[in-house]
């Protein structure tokens, strides 16, 4: 594998971190885009090689046939997830090349599967590291896949071309986590919510263009819109700035919108008007909301569904009451005893797990936590547990752990 | 006499353009050993400020006025002079951010060495050893000073930088944000130690956050700053259960707990400019109670209960200030 292929793999990791990632080959996303498609030669070359390839072989086979069965969007699922596995290569370095050092992978997503309807939304939670931010980027296509399938209305993604992905790239859009540093400083908000449209070819002139803009931005609650089109970010507080962000993911209509840690960068005291903002547009019914969050108290307000992450994998997934009033699995009720409680009078007692989340690169056989469970019995080191549904009463709450 | 009494501090930084940007606004609060109490608001209300100027770490262009009193002693009286004995000595901080500003090219053990030698605490041999039983107070083993901070982990570079903080054994440690840039499971971790070193050390804890939960679970009261004031203090069940500012119980609601099934809402407006004057209540603005005086009067704060003020002219009209949460 030559150097340049290496270096692909690598780059893609962090995303582009602008506004609208529809625009792929689009003026300001140009170097995004060719790290992308590096990323895909690179993966590629690299499976065959690597030590992580038996993996990436298999569910080849399975993503040929997708296309030929794929029903044709009517009833589908917004998005369906399979068994996504998703790995980047460390970088080994000149002498680890020259010397052959064997090359390492870290399993970012290891087998994550699920679905979100139009009108849902889902979040995904855990803690840094955990793969709920590659699952993401996996899903938009800025990192390839190794094995598994994204199907969005029923159409597996994961093998398009960058040219077939383009359209599709209109009905997904990404909400990142820091307005301060998403938006363009040198783009007034008009221009940042134009740029999509005139990527897609969305709008036949400026005038047409300019009511969309407007209506995007009274969607995103930047009322009146006139006050707001011809600023520039840095005369915007946090809160307005994630609006505009929000606004220019709204022009092109998209069916599934993808928000990274949407809040965390703002004052609490305007988080709930943004978490509302995503809650209502969702209950249009039209779109469906995939949230990454570390803050289970927000997706237990705000998801319908609640899928905890722990080394790449879902451990845990059900309708977000049950998964927070009824937890199964030991990580996620370990996790929930730790977030902090608004009255001082439920003071539990935290079920401090010691340690940080293992590296990946290291995945402990069997059960990925039992190093750090508290319940983990001798059985654990080896039997490698499956998501399956844990109460006859909750059919939809699974669990991947042997002991439930 | 408290340990430490902060009495009427104001802060004006000298903004570029001349004028004055009136950062905190006459913020007085006392604490003693053991005790624990929680700064909370939103960004820019003058709770960093406020700690730095305790700490005497304020930049250039700052004008201070009022008192700082440690065991009795005004240690702003002469300025870098009389608070720099006490600095680390006595009033210890971790920054905001703290653990990534350890020193990369330094062993962790050097750098908590180095400010023992500074205020002659230890010396040589038994500063290190010192060192490395600081690290294992914090959770680290003590054969970690040799090590550099990349070779740790974010939580063990935040118990690092707790350990520096702790090391000439101060008796009031200021805490900046200590677990915002943590995940929960190591946040947990983080304040556990901090309550840990409370109780056991009889340190006293200001904890400064604008992550109320986090507040709500350390500390046994805490005050409300907004716009540069302390606009509510008080135990921290009454802030919660029987808030006597509407400040104070729109952050809470605008929190989402975990089990929580009432609307979160956010608090419609922003925050108020601190280099012009301010007419009446600061918060009046955005308050969801607001009536005529409050546009023209601002309000002091004063006792609305036992160790309990607020600075709302709510209190003055008897039973309007119930809330909903204390009537259930």
Not at chain 1, 66 to 92: F, Q, S
Not at chain 1, 193 to 202: A, D, F, N, R, S
Not at chain 1, 378 to 385: F, M
Request: charge should be negative; include cysteine; hydrophobic fraction near 40%.
């Amino acid at each position: 594998m030559s150097r340049e292929e290496q270096s692909g793999v690598e780059t893609p990791a962090e995303g582009t971190g602008r506004v609208g990632a529809g625009g792929d080959g689009g003026p300001a996303d140009g170097g995004a885009a060719t790290g992308i498609t590096g990323a895909g030669t690179g993966t590629d070359a690299a499976i065959a090689e690597g030590g992580g390839g038996t993996a990436g072989a298999e569910t080849a086979t399975a993503t040929v046939e997708a296309p030929g069965t794929a029903p044709d969007g009517t009833k589908a699922p917004l998005l369906e997830v399979r068994n996504l596995v998703t790995k980047y290569a460390i970088h080994r370095g000149l002498v680890g090349t020259i010397r052959r050092k064997p090359q390492q992978w870290v399993s970012a997503v290891d087998g994550v599967s699920f679905t979100l309807d139009r009108g849902e939304m889902v979040a995904l939670v855990g803690e840094s590291g955990c793969g709920k931010t590659s699952t993401a980027q996996t899903m938009l296509r800025m990192v390839d896949a190794v094995s598994g399938s994204i199907l969005v209305n029923g159409q597996d993604i994961t093998t398009l071309e960058h040219k077939e992905m383009r359209p599709l790239r209109r009905q997904i859009q990404m909400i990142y986590q820091d307005p301060y540093e998403s938006l363009d400083p040198r783009f007034r908000v008009g221009q940042t919510i134009e740029e999509p449209m005139l990527i897609h070819g969305v709008g036949k002139d400026d005038n047409e263009r300019h009511e969309i803009i407007v209506r995007a931005l009274l969607r995103a609650e930047l009322t009146p819109p006139e006050l707001y089109i011809d600023r520039y970010p840095h005369e915007l507080s946090g809160g307005q700035r994630q609006r505009a962000a929000i606004a220019a993911s709204l022009v092109l209509d998209p069916e599934l919108l993808v928000a990274d840690e949407p809040v965390s960068m703002l004052d609490v005291s305007v988080r709930a008007g943004i978490l509302t903002l995503l809650d209502g547009l969702r209950r249009t019914g039209k779109m469906g909301i995939v949230m990454i969050t570390h803050d289970l108290s927000t997706a237990a307000h705000f998801a319908d569904r609640i899928a905890v992450m722990y080394l790449g994998r879902i451990v845990e997934q059900g309708p977000a009451k049950q998964v927070v009033r009824n937890p199964q699995h030991p990580y996620t009720k370990a996790l929930l005893s730790v977030v902090p409680k608004r009255d001082p009078r439920d003071r539990t007692v935290p079920q401090i797990l010691q340690g940080e989340t293992p590296n990946p690169i290291n995945v402990p056989p069997g059960c990925r936590f039992h190093p750090r469970c508290p319940v983990a019995e001798p059985r654990c080191r080896t039997i490698d547990p499956e998501l399956h549904v844990v109460a006859a009463a909750e059919p939809e709450h699974e669990a991947a752990c042997i002991l439930v | 006499m408290s340990l430490l009494e902060v009495r009427d501090v104001h802060v004006w930084f000298d903004l570029p353009d001349g004028s004055q940007l009136h950062a905190v606004q006459g913020v007085s609060f006392d604490i003693d050993p053991g005790d624990r109490m929680g700064l909370v608001g939103e960004s820019g209300c003058g709770k960093t400020t406020t700690i730095l100027a305790v700490m005497g770490l304020l930049p250039a262009n700052a004008t201070l006025a009022g008192e700082v009193r440690f065991n009795g002693e005004n240690i702003l009286e002469g300025g870098e002079d009389t608070v720099r004995p006490h600095r680390w000595k006595d009033i210890s901080m971790i920054f905001q951010g703290a653990m990534n500003a350890l020193n990369p090219v330094k062993t962790v053990g050097t750098q908590i060495v180095e400010p023992m030698e500074l205020h002659d605490v230890a010396e040589g041999n038994a500063a290190k050893r010192a060192a490395g039983e600081l690290l294992e107070l914090v959770g680290i083993p003590a054969k970690a000073t040799d090590r550099y901070p990349h070779e740790f982990s974010g939580g063990m570079r935040q118990r690092a930088a707790i350990a520096m903080a702790l090391a000439c054994q101060p008796k009031v440690l200021l805490a900046d944000e200590p677990t915002t840039a943590l995940d929960v499971m190591v946040q947990a971790q983080i304040l556990e130690l901090l309550v840990g070193l409370a109780q056991d050390l009889g340190l006293a804890l200001i904890l400064v956050t604008h992550d109320l939960p986090v507040v709500a679970q350390v500390c046994e009261r805490a005050a409300v700053m907004y716009a540069g004031e302390i606009v509510e203090k008080g135990p921290m069940e009454e802030l919660f259960h029987a808030p006597r500012h509407p400040y104070t119980r729109l952050l809470f609601a605008a929190t989402p707990d975990l089990y929580g099934d009432e609307q979160v809402m956010s608090i419609p407006g922003a925050p108020p400019r601190l280099d012009r004057e301010i007419v009446g209540c600061p918060f009046q603005p955005r308050c969801d109670s607001s009536f005529d005086r409050c546009k023209v009067e601002a309000p002091m704060l004063r006792a609305v209960g036992v160790s309990h003020d607020a600075a709302c002219h709510l209190n003055d009209r008897a039973g309007v200030a119930t809330t909903a949460q204390e009537l259930s």
